[in-house]
């Protein structure tokens, strides 16, 4: 599977087509329109979506693992099985955010 464009991901959630378990690493998709997103299991190691609206995304069993995340909109999604590894959260917004849970390394 190839890595997607930021272009071809912004036309993909317009059009409501899923993302499901794209190769989305490290792409830039800061400050992008990504409300109502399916983003399941897609991995979005080191991707930048600083200031992204997310609301209502699904990113179940998603990767982001060291993702920018600071300044997103993440009311609504589904972060059931996330991979939040490395991530700062500082400044998101997770109200009413299904499915969350944060764990503790050991």
Same mark, same amino acid.
């Given at each position: ?21 794209? &190769? !989305?690493?490290?792409?830039? !998709? ?7 997103? &399916? ?19 699904? @990113? ?12 997103? &909109? @993440? ?18 917004? !997770?109200?009413?955010?299904?499915? !969350? ?6």
């Amino acid at each position: 599977m190839t890595q997607m464009t930021t272009e071809k991901v912004l036309k993909q959630v317009i059009q409501g087509v899923s993302l499901y378990k794209e &190769d !989305l690493r490290r792409l830039d !998709l800061s400050g992008q329109n990504l409300r109502g997103g &399916d983003f399941s299991y897609a991995d979005l190691r080191g991707a930048n979506l600083e200031s992204a609206n997310l609301v209502c995304a699904n @990113f179940e069993g998603a990767d982001l693992e060291n993702a920018r995340l600071e300044g997103t &909109d @993440f009311r609504y999604a589904n972060l059931k099985g996330a991979n939040l590894k490395g991530t700062i959260l500082e400044g998101v917004d !997770l109200f009413k955010v299904t499915k !969350l849970r944060l764990r503790r390394d050991e």
